[in-house]
């Protein structure tokens, strides 16, 4: 069954680093954008950080300005995961984060279940 499956998610103080990862299992992972993205109480669910498939020569990276030089976001094709490095965390970062994976031709898309970072003292 194609699936994402995200795990990481824990509580830390202000100031504190999560890594958040993402295994999918998905044929031809490599071919997939990947994206994280995040949802606090109340709020929608917004685009964190995205990173290119290998259909490109160089792979490229986005990330929201809310996170810029703080988060870094990689994937292991070998071992199709997408990663979420999160350091500097604030209590506003907290929110349950999504992985997803899409391509276009043909069209594919695939969300996660979802997992909780807390940032508190």
């Known amino acids: 069954q194609d699936q994402l499956v995200e795990s990481g998610g824990d509580l830390v103080q202000p100031g504190g680093s999560l890594r958040l990862s993402c295994v999918a299992s998905?044929?031809?992972?490599?071919?997939?954008?990947l994206g994280w993205y995040r949802q606090a109480p109340g709020k929608q669910r917004e685009l964190v950080a995205t990173i290119t498939s290998d259909r490109i020569s160089d792979e490229m990276t986005y990330y929201d300005d809310s996170v810029k030089g703080r988060f870094t976001i990689s994937r292991d094709n070998a071992e199709k995961t997408a990663f979420l490095q999160m350091n500097s965390l604030r209590p506003e970062d907290t929110a349950v984060y999504y992985c997803?994976?899409?391509?276009?031709?043909?069209?594919?898309?695939?969300w996660g279940q979802g997992t909780q970072g807390t940032v508190s003292s």
């Open positions: 997803r994976a899409n391509r276009t031709i043909p069209f594919r898309e695939y």
């Open positions: 998905l044929r031809f992972f490599s071919s997939y954008d």
